[in-house]
């Protein structure tokens, strides 16, 4: 009984120590997802792209939307944790964490799904033995890799001080595997002075590269689409305000995150509604800004109303109304009210705006994509219904599934190995706040 | 060199207006054994066409047994030498026959879902006439499809034309979204067209198709090389469709040749969307002075290409 109650890892992370039948079970349903989606995966491997809904007109459907979602919320870790340590934001401990853990993961499933639009996935390699630096797609593959190398690096750092004190800690009951790879990874850091100096200089520098190479690698991701001519897409906007809608579609994420780990792991003492606010702050700015990004870039094309810029709003407003008003209208105004207005800030209406607004960023990146590809400059003249009009097949739907699955399978081990709150950290911080008292 | 190239230039010229093309093209090849344009197993028609040997020298080959040249990926490269390929489309004679579309997609052994060559029913606007529009790949001078491709498995040659490996494509699609005239055609599956092709793949045949790679119109080098003009233009009839040499001043619809500036200034010609900025090398003609009203261009045809057109303004003005 002493000893429990010595060990703050069993405080804050008792999930390390065991898993419930809950647990399992989640683990298990993930697992089906996932299984399911490689079904429909080889499905299209040997039966040809036909088995999804893009075609010549709308060559790329929910796939490449899934990238920019996932990689737009890959940029919560790398922008919101960076700005936030190098301000060093007092509040910011016990989210920080999964802010990381949010951009490593999303990293890996972002590109994943650009690959299931490749139509030859045998010759992947060329990108790298023929790459033409004249390419986005080229700019595409460097910025991101060095954004997954970067990330890593960062979260790493970051977890350092955990994984000595996993490795020292002698009261959770594990399996010494494990302890040997805490051994391992926790690098000989002990906690002397020079060690935590030179930690902290490594993880300052670590989160100002990672903010400028999130930017670059938005900024990249959105210049895929405005390099090209297509109307909706030649914009200059693009750049920045992809930067914009990751950060907002990231901060999103993070509390819902933050909820749900709040509630599973029962860390409301340390994940507060303090903590809540203070994203929840964060995302009303980006709202801000994500709104006026919109609407400035909408306004210009409507007001100077170009024929071909003029028949893709008359989509926007026709065949994609809904998915216009949720993501340009819902998503900018419910932030804004929700956390603007003190009398409805709490910690489930935060969250379930956050909901709202993820879908609604979603739904966002579909209708930059899907309508374009839809409203080319030559008109679409064909009498087969699929190839005028894009709609997504279940095998696209059940990857996509999959692709959330991947993510939620990928974060609960990962609060499975190290802890989801920065233990070490918070340690320190209690000790202070004893002294004081 | 230069002075060979322009020797070359000249005698093209020459040869091209005596014999048509295939001269020209033939010296621009630059050579290469006769045997590789002549297939053994097939049956003498009686009629001779002439053809360069690898000594430089014209030899006249049975046309039944003429087998059009595979050149190897690297050699599909680089450019006749010498040569800058142009087309030039005359609106006025269009009546959407298709018989452009038929020969394009019979001659590439093209599933029907996979058209190089597309005919639209355009109209500029409310007040202005409708009229059939057919469009190859424009073969641009400044190609954003080029310019986008990841892996370099789209070129522009020095003659001008712009084409796919297929052996390079991944499939990404990013030239696909880059040209912005919808030119380009994906195989979404294997089609069993692609199967009826027996020869070596080469991209200047664009043949035979790979399932998860992108292809489009490729102005036929294949043909060019043999002296003979793209499937489009010899099976149009009604002469729809010239090809020429912008160098040589010259382009042909099989029965008239024109000089090219005179054609062009003379007639008004035009480039599509001029303005996004991406040089055609195609041209066309103003749809004046028909020789046909545009619903000539329906009651030939089949149920399924009749209603590509029902969602344009002026059917749904037309409606019966």
Not at chain 1, 224 to 250: D, M, N, R
Not at chain 1, 302 to 313: F, Q
Not at chain 2, 124 to 144: A, I, M, V
Not at chain 2, 155 to 177: A, H
Request: proline letters at 5%; one cysteine or more; aromatic letters at 14%.
């Amino acid at each position: 009984m002493e000893n429990e109650k010595k060990s703050p890892l069993r405080e804050f992370a008792p999930q390390l120590e065991q898993t419930s039948f809950a647990g399992y079970a989640w683990i298990v349903f993930l697992l089906a997802v996932i299984g399911f989606g490689i079904y429909a995966f080889f499905q299209q491997v040997f039966k040809g792209h036909e088995v999804t809904g893009m075609r010549d007109n709308v060559v790329w459907g929910v796939y490449i939307v899934n990238f920019i979602f996932f990689m737009g919320i890959s940029y919560a870790g790398a922008l919101i944790s960076g700005t936030l340590h190098l301000f060093k934001t007092t509040w910011r401990k016990p989210v920080i964490r999964m802010a990381e853990f949010i951009t490593v993961i999303s990293l890996l499933i972002g590109p994943c799904f650009i690959l299931l639009c490749i139509g030859r996935l045998d010759k992947l390699y060329y990108l790298v033995i023929f790459g033409r630096i004249q390419s986005p797609i080229t700019w595409d593959v460097i910025a991101i890799s060095t954004d997954i190398f970067g990330c890593f690096i960062f979260l790493y750092l970051a977890l350092l001080r955990d994984l000595a004190t996993l490795r020292d800690d002698d009261f959770l009951r594990l399996p010494s595997w494990r302890k040997r790879i805490y051994k391992a990874l926790a690098l000989g850091y002990t906690g002397a002075p020079e060690q935590q100096q030179r930690l902290n200089r490594a993880t300052d520098i670590m989160a100002a590269m990672v903010i400028s190479i999130a930017i670059i690698v938005y900024s990249v991701l959105a210049w895929i689409f405005s390099v090209t001519l297509q109307p909706g897409w030649h914009s200059t906007i693009f750049g920045p305000y992809f930067v914009i809608a990751a950060v907002y579609s990231g901060s999103a994420v993070l509390i819902i995150t933050m909820w749900v780990f709040r509630k599973v792991y029962h860390l409301e003492d340390y994940i507060t509604k303090k903590h809540f606010v203070a994203v929840g702050v964060i995302m009303l700015v980006l709202a801000a800004f994500f709104g006026y990004f919109t609407f400035s870039d909408y306004l210009t094309k409507w007001y100077g109303s170009e024929k071909n810029d003029e028949l893709l709003i008359q989509l926007l407003f026709k065949e994609f109304y809904w998915p216009f008003i949720i993501s340009n209208y819902i998503g900018v105004l419910l932030p804004l009210i929700v956390v603007g207005i003190p009398k409805f800030r709490t910690v489930t209406n935060i969250t379930l705006t956050s909901i709202v607004v993820v879908i609604a960023l979603w739904l966002n990146r579909y209708i930059i994509v899907v309508p374009t590809l839809e409203s080319p400059y030559l008109p679409i003249q064909d009498a087969r219904p699929e190839w005028v009009n894009y709609t997504a097949t279940w095998v696209e739907w059940s990857l996509n599934a999959a692709g959330v699955a991947v993510f939620c399978l990928l974060f609960t081990l990962a609060s499975k190995f190290v802890p989801i709150v920065p233990v070490t950290g918070l340690m320190e911080e209690a000790k202070k706040e004893d002294v004081l008292v | 060199m230069e002075e060979q190239s322009n020797l070359n230039k000249k005698n093209s010229r020459r040869q091209f207006l005596k014999k048509g093309l295939l001269a020209g093209a033939g010296i621009a090849a630059g050579g290469g054994l006769v045997s590789a344009y002549v297939d053994t197993n097939a049956t003498e028609s009686g009629k001779k066409v002439k053809v360069l040997t690898t000594g430089g020298e014209i030899m006249e080959v049975d046309r039944g047994l003429l087998k059009l040249p595979r050149v190897s990926r690297e050699e599909s490269h680089k450019g006749l030498p010498g040569r800058k390929f142009v087309m030039v489309i005359d609106l006025g004679k269009c009546k959407n026959a298709r018989k452009c579309v038929e020969a394009c997609q019979k001659g590439h052994h093209l599933p029907k879902s996979q058209e190089f060559l597309k005919v639209y029913l355009l109209q500029d606007s409310e007040k202005t006439s409708p009229y059939w529009f057919p469009k190859p790949c424009f073969h641009c001078d400044n190609p954003l499809c080029v310019s986008v491709c990841p892996v370099g498995a789209t070129y522009k040659r020095s003659d001008g034309i712009v084409l796919i490996d297929n052996e390079r494509c991944i499939g990404c699609k990013f030239c696909m979204t880059g040209c912005p005239y919808s030119t380009r055609v994906f195989a979404w599956k294997h089609y069993h067209e692609f199967d009826e092709d027996k020869e070596p793949y080469s991209p200047e045949a664009s043949s035979p198709g790979k399932e998860g790679t992108v292809s489009k119109c490729d102005f036929c080098p294949d043909l060019i090389r043999v002296g003979k003009v793209p499937y489009c233009v010899s099976a149009c009839p009604m002469g729809v469709i010239y090809f020429g040499d912008v160098d040589e001043d010259t382009v042909t619809n099989g029965t008239e040749t024109y000089q090219f500036s005179q054609l062009i200034r003379d007639r008004a010609g035009y480039r599509y969307l001029e303005t996004l900025g991406t040089r055609p090398c195609v041209y066309y003609l103003p749809p004046v002075d028909r020789q046909f009203p545009v619903d000539r261009g329906f009651p030939d045809l089949t149920e399924e290409v009749k209603s590509r057109y029902k969602d344009t303004p002026y059917s749904r003005k037309n409606k019966p």
